[in-house]
């Protein structure tokens, strides 16, 4: 399925949006709330997992899970926002970095006013480094699938020549 240019950059900004409203309204719960949900997350993590994944870990399991949910909302927010931006400015690695650190800045600055929660730095560049992966894993995906169509581009019509090659 092919979609137009307009079309991609819609359903883009609908996800990055959702993705957005995701993120900060899981901040704007109360702790008590928040503590649940990592509960309830943690014992659907424990059906598929090793049973002792959760035993050795060095801080409480709520605060792990999450640490991983933060990584994890922002790796995929990270990955929306570089295929949003591929699509309109061709060529960005430093915008979707910098709209993915103002997100996980404004992300903790929601959690200040928030009962029983507070804002960490730390938080940030966990969320920040979910962006890094998700723009990356993105790039290295559009590297492969352009190094893959230019393979299959050269099988189609025979090898292709450049002034560089030696005959």
């Known amino acids: 399925m092919v979609f137009s240019k307009k079309t991609k950059i819609t359903i883009l900004c609908i996800l990055i949006a959702l993705t957005l409203a995701f993120i900060w309204g899981n901040s704007l719960l109360p702790a008590s709330a928040s ?7 943690k014992e659907a993590l424990e059906q598929v997992l090793p ?14 899970i999450r640490k991983l ?3 994890t909302e922002f790796m995929f927010l990270g990955a929306e ?8 400015l061709k060529d960005s690695l430093t915008t979707p ?3 993915g650190l103002l997100a996980a800045v404004c992300d903790e600055t929601i959690q200040i006013f928030i009962e029983g929660r507070g804002s960490s730095l730390k938080d940030v560049w966990i969320d920040f480094a979910g962006v890094l992966v998700g723009t990356v894993l993105i790039l290295l995906l559009k590297r492969f699938r352009g190094r893959r169509q230019r ?13 560089h090659d030696k005959s």
């Open 35 to 41: 503590e649940k949900l990592s509960d309830s997350v």
């Open 51 to 64: 049973a002792d994944f959760f035993k050795d870990s060095q801080s409480d399991d709520g605060n792990l």
């Open 69 to 71: 949910a933060h990584f």
């Open 81 to 88: 926002l570089t295929m949003l931006l591929w699509e309109i």
């Open 97 to 99: 970095l910098m709209c």
């Open 151 to 163: 393979r299959s581009t050269q099988t189609a019509y025979g090898r292709h020549y450049s002034m």
